[in-house]
């Protein structure tokens, strides 16, 4: 009856529009969906450093190699962001790590394709943090609150990602015929990989209804998807390149873009872990964390001598 209670007093105060905080009472439910949410954002942020760190030595140009560097190195500020928010719910993420290099946790479907080229940086600005942006400028209004924060200051960087790949994508349209096909080979690979990043139909999401009860997502993953469409076309159009999709059309009754069937066989075969890029992401993960042990021992040791002098001194 007590938790019945709590449960009844917790969900009126989503409805309010209340954030949750850490210390406030929350069903196991709620807590496990969040952990599983914002570890699976944490993993994908690290992640998302492989692909793009792999073009900084061969940036075209020293401006270039320094805004890649910028943006790097952003997404692994958004991965600590995140680790640190899951750990407000009770959970160590030396846990949450070790749950991601067993392959028991996932991370975002996008980061395993191939950047061929140059031009697939501006691509993955452009669309990729184009689609990021559309579903954390909603999960920086979720009814948690150390998640809600972290997100907003992602947003906040991710804008300028946007902005980045996009420039790149507007510069390579208008320059010599290889720079034209370049970019529009990458915009061609890129756009349904990005439209798949909101996930299954709503239908088909085994998790979508009780994260949007709770508000920890305020919009389906449809309804995410038609407006990053919408917003896509109109800047595909000004920066000269096309959208790979001959059913791509508008329909003014529904003001939408509407747009083919999404290869969902790929999708589910890429969540899987047979994406092209999935074994080489994960061992490099795993490589990467085998070599760092001396940082996290060295951070260890600092950290047990600094409690030793605090408790030394009380």
Not at 75 to 97: F, Q
Not at 116 to 121: G, K, N, Y
Not at 140 to 157: D, Q
Not at 249 to 274: A, C, H, L, M, Q
């Amino acid at each position: 009856m007590e938790d019945a209670n709590k449960l009844k007093e917790f969900e009126a105060r989503i409805e309010r529009g209340e954030k949750i905080e850490p210390k406030d009472w929350m069903p196991e439910r709620y807590r496990t969906q969040l952990i599983r949410m914002i570890s699976q954002h944490a993993h994908s942020e690290i992640v998302g450093m492989l692909p793009e760190g792999n073009w900084i030595t061969r940036a075209p140009s020293l401006r270039r190699k320094m805004s890649l560097l910028a943006k790097v190195q952003d997404e692994a500020g958004h991965g600590l962001y995140l680790y640190c928010a899951a750990e407000t719910l009770g959970v160590d993420r030396s846990e949450l790590v070790g749950e991601f290099l067993s392959g028991k946790a996932k991370y975002s479907n996008i980061f395993n394709y191939p950047t061929l080229t140059w031009a697939d940086i501006g691509a993955i600005g452009w669309l990729v943090d184009g689609a990021a942006i559309v579903n954390q400028t909603m999960l920086a209004k979720c009814s948690y609150g150390p998640y809600s924060r972290a997100n907003l200051r992602i947003c906040k960087e991710e804008t300028f990602h946007k902005v980045q790949g996009y420039e790149i994508v507007c510069t390579m349209a208008q320059g010599r015929p290889a720079q034209r096909k370049m970019i529009q080979d990458a915009v061609n690979r890129w756009w349904w990989p990005s439209l798949m990043m909101f996930g299954p139909h709503d239908k088909n999401s085994p998790n979508s209804a009780e994260l949007m009860k709770w508000k920890v997502k305020l919009f389906s993953n449809d309804d995410l998807r038609q407006r990053f469409v919408n917003l896509t076309v109109r800047q595909a159009r000004a920066a000269g390149v096309t959208l790979p999709d001959p059913d791509l059309k508008y329909n003014p009754e529904t003001d939408n873009w509407e747009f083919g069937e999404i290869n969902w066989d790929e999708f589910w075969s890429v969540v899987r872990g047979n994406g092209p890029c999935n074994r080489d992401r994960m061992r490099a993960r795993r490589r990467a964390h085998v070599e760092g042990a001396w940082v996290r021992e060295a951070a260890d040791a600092y950290a047990a001598k600094q409690r030793a002098k605090a408790a030394k001194s009380a």
